[in-house]
């Protein structure tokens, strides 16, 4: 005999969710709550610790924190939480304090899903709590971690240090010991002070580092009287304040360099260097980057590879979003390549014409995760003479492709790698290709070089693909019978709906029960990204710049490139945490998830993301035609 | 208070006598089975709270007419193993009763005698220790019940919240306090959970009782006991 507990069914009545459930199912609950009691100041939930209920407070008063200590939430009678915490991965992900003597009702997880399931305005109820709660769960992952929310300008400990463009370097030497810092700014009196506070530049031209005063001044025997202005570096690249540390990382690694101004509209206000990024997060990745650097052969470097899952994790623990994950695997990708690269240019000799190493896919678009293979190619200077020169190219280029397969990155099935004769090309041949894809689209062509519209400079005169990724945005630009085609391929690969609907499977052998995230989720949406990209004419790799170009250029209705952030977002985490997982289980991590393992919250959300790539896709159809343009 | 309902017992000790004594196989097996780790920490005791409603105050001519059950421990409150029992009185149900009770005496009708939930009831309490507010109704009734049905009564540790607070409040009120004898305030149920802002219920039947005694003992805990006192302090 089940006993009625009159009282909790009648609290829960009063109060949404529950008030929309029938008698029945209302006492049910309330037979079934446990009720628990803490006193004010005590936690009731603590960061991390695992969760099976959720509360409902009976009453008394909750507050709830950010990890950062920051208040998130108070709550009082009525007042519900511990969802977050059941809907991501069954971790508490905001602490709870109650405020004062407080009475709460758990409903046990379990339960809670079977109401989710069974009671539509139950579930909706969680769905649209605040705002909609797949945007939610995703700023949230943001606020946790440290380097995608702290700013550079929290490096930053000291006044700038700057001397005058007259100013002798061994002045400059004795001021940089005084003051023991590495680098000085470098400001003209001369230049013109400009009237608009918004446009002071502090009349900064160039930077001088201890570098430079070693390779420009030491190594060319210069005099000690030489003054600033003949050494300093004027090709500044500088940091806002405001921009986020993991940005400064970037910038520092792709252009080598170690020292950036920071500016507040355009002032400097101090240089941050990379160790002081170092001090900062000594875990980082950006250890293994430099761990990387030091290693002298293949075998070293395949044997430091096998710290990369490590690293992945930790990153994924440390709540980083998909962005900061994939920008962290591709720069260290980026690193193996470089590297392998002075290996092979230490042991073939130096190249006999300059040459431009570069990644394609996902590497170049910052999205790289842990299971990914090679896709890369070669852009060749046009003095380069097949006769005297393949074989140099050819010997660096299966160097490289060799040592990163050892590193974990396997060979590439489509065979797109610079150890390919055919992917191999001179600047001038490179842009002829790129011209007769854009101007002679061939769908089945173009299929198999999407992937060439991602691509980034890696190693050499990386400015050739900069060049390159002009011309692209340039040419494609509305152009309608290349956007068609591409629109076209974009549509090829169809989300796995079907599957929600009676979980119905792809039937693929092995994963039967499973869906592949990568080629039925987070690949289309890039593929659907790059279209609207390259309809802009954006510059951009990165599927989520892309999208800040996409909105600014207010290409889509209102809403839609947000939807797809928050839908590429989703899906690229349950990835991401897919393979961590599978990673701390020991097993070899793959795409393949069996959506059963999900708990039907996440069920519902990662549907929900599904749909929002086919709308998407569907949209491209009739957006991209090749007789109306655009719109 | 009369301390012969709530005084300090050596009840490990006095569970065995008993189970050595009795005569009954149902009170055998019941005191076999008996909560006696007197010096437990009270975060590990498994708890019952019990509530009754009766014909009346007296336990010599008055009955019980429902049994409300909640077991829980310091953290939780088990409510999907509570339990309710309306049973049927020797004598009719007074007006005023039925009102406060809101049973009524079609329901009493068909209600089965106290003979058949005895054994159900004794197994929901074995191996827990039963929590009540005011331990001489639950005790005597109880206690009555049996030795009209099984020609033997029961003896069992309680855990009285009246007394927890009555304790809590002389600890309030201080030497001076006591020297001039300055009121206690009330130690009805509802006004002791309002002093621990527990919310005050509308419903009075056992079973709502029994689980607002529950959240009662988990307050009184937190709020005047360290989790590893040991039990033997707070039974009688």
């Known amino acids: ?631 | 208070m009369n301390p012969r309902n709530y005084k300090a017992v050596d009840w490990q000790a006095r569970y065995n006598e008993l189970a050595n004594s009795t005569e009954n196989k149902l009170l055998k097996h019941f005191y076999a089975g008996a909560y006696n780790q007197d010096k437990a920490a009270v975060k590990d005791v498994p708890f019952v709270a019990m509530d009754f409603e009766t014909t009346g105050l007296n336990s010599q001519n008055d009955d019980i007419v429902s049994v409300g059950l909640v077991p829980f421990s310091l953290k939780r409150i088990y409510c999907k193993h509570s339990r309710h029992w309306v049973v049927q009185p020797r004598r009719n149900l007074h007006e005023e009763s039925i009102l406060i009770h809101g049973i009524t005496h079609s329901e009493v009708d068909d209600a089965p005698d106290f003979n058949q939930i005895i054994e159900p009831l004794l197994e929901a309490l074995s191996g827990k220790v039963v929590v009540v507010h005011y331990a001489a109704i639950e005790r005597h009734f109880l206690n009555n019940a049996l030795l009209l049905r099984l020609k033997e009564g029961i003896e069992f540790a309680l855990v009285d919240t009246m007394e927890i607070e009555k304790r809590a409040l002389k600890a309030r009120q201080g030497l001076l306090g006591r020297v001039f004898n300055t009121k206690l305030g009330s130690l009805r149920l509802t006004d002791c959970r309002a002093r621990y802002s527990l919310p005050a219920y509308q419903n009075h039947n056992a079973l709502t009782d029994a689980l607002a005694t529950a959240e009662l003992l988990q307050a009184q805990l937190s709020h005047h006991y360290r989790v590893d006192t040991p039990i033997s302090e707070l039974w009688g």
């Not at chain 1, 920071?262 to 941050?272: A, F, H, W």
């Not at chain 1, 394609?360 to 046009?382: C, F, P, W, Y």
């Not at chain 1, 393949?390 to 396997?410: K, P, R």
């Open chain 1, 1 to 631: 005999m089940q006993a009625e507990q009159v009282e909790i069914a009648q609290f829960l009545a009063q109060h949404p969710p529950f008030d929309d459930l029938p008698q029945k199912a209302l006492n049910e609950l309330a037979q079934q709550v446990e009720v628990a009691y803490f006193r004010a100041k005590t936690d009731i939930l603590s960061f991390g610790q695992d969760i099976s209920d959720l509360y409902v407070i009976r009453s008394g008063s909750v507050e709830m924190y950010r990890r950062n200590g920051e208040l998130y939430n108070r709550l009082a009678t009525a007042g519900i939480f511990g969802q977050m915490g059941l809907l991501m991965n069954r971790k508490v992900r905001f602490p709870a304090t109650a405020l004062e003597d407080t009475l709460v009702y758990c409903i046990n997880v379990e339960l809670f899903n079977r109401y989710c399931d069974e009671f539509d305005a139950f579930a909706d109820y969680f769905e649209t709590d605040g705002n909609v709660r797949l945007h939610q769960a995703i700023v949230e992952q943001a606020d946790g971690n440290d380097l995608t929310t702290a700013k550079v300008k929290s490096l930053i400990h000291r006044d700038v240090v700057t001397v005058d463009a007259t100013s002798t370097i061994q002045d400059i030497a004795k001021l940089m010991t005084e003051e023991a810092v590495s680098s000085v700014l470098v400001t003209d009196v001369n230049k013109p002070i400009n009237d608009d506070p918004e446009e002071d530049d502090g009349q900064v031209v160039g930077i001088i580092t201890d570098r430079d005063l070693r390779s420009k001044v030491v190594a060319k025997g210069l005099a000690f009287n030489t003054q600033a202005k003949d050494i300093m570096s004027t090709n500044l690249v500088l940091l806002d304040a405001n921009d986020y540390i993991f940005e400064a990382v970037l910038a520092m690694l792709r252009d080598n360099l170690h020292h950036l101004p920071v500016v507040q509209k355009k002032r400097p206000i101090g240089v941050i260097s990379l160790s002081d990024i170092l001090r900062y997060e000594s875990q980082s990745s950006l250890l293994l980057v430099r761990g990387i650097l030091a290693q002298q052969t293949i075998e070293d470097l395949a044997h430091y590879a096998r710290q990369l899952p490590n690293v992945f994790v930790r990153m994924v623990n440390e709540d980083a979003n998909s962005h900061m994950v994939g920008t962290a695997m591709a720069v260290i990708g980026r690193t193996f390549k470089q590297r392998l690269l002075v290996l092979a240019e230490e042991k073939f000799g130096p190249p006999p014409v300059p040459y431009c190493f570069i990644a394609l896919g996902s590497m170049a678009r910052d999205e790289q995760l842990i299971v990914t293979d090679q896709d890369n190619a070669l852009i060749l200077d046009d003095s380069y003479d097949d006769e005297k020169h393949n074989e140099y190219f050819q010997n660096i280029s299966d160097f490289v492709c060799d040592g990163l397969a050892q590193c974990g990155y396997t060979y590439c099935d489509g065979e797109i790698m610079a150890s390919f004769k055919k992917w191999r090309k001179t600047r001038s041949e490179w842009f002829d290709q790129f011209a007769d894809w854009i101007a002679q689209p061939k769908p089945q062509a173009l299929l198999n070089s999407s992937i060439f519209f991602d691509l980034d400079g890696v190693w050499g005169k990386t400015k050739w693909a900069n060049e390159l990724k002009i011309f692209i945005a340039k040419q494609s630009k509305a152009n309608r019978i290349f956007l068609a085609n591409m629109a076209a391929n974009a549509r090829n690969r169809t989300p796995p709906l079907g599957f929600f609907k009676g979980f119905v499977m792809e039937h693929n052998g092995q994963h039967k029960r499973s869906m592949n995230l990568k080629r039925r989720g987070t690949a289309p949406l890039s593929d659907v990204i790059r279209v609207h990209a390259l309809a802009i004419g954006s510059r951009k790799q990165n599927s989520f710049e892309r999208l800040e170009d996409i909105i600014e250029a207010k290409l889509l209705p209102q809403g839609k490139a947000q939807d797809l952030r928050d839908a590429l977002e989703y899906i690229a985490m349950m990835r991401i945490r897919h393979q961590a997982w599978q990673i701390e289980k020991g097993e070899e991590p793959d795409n393949n998830l069996d959506p059963h393992l999900l708990s039907p919250f996440e069920q519902r959300n990662l549907k929900e993301a599904f749909a929002i790539l086919e709308k998407a896709q569907s949209y491209l159809k009739f957006s991209y035609t090749a007789n109306s343009g655009v719109k």
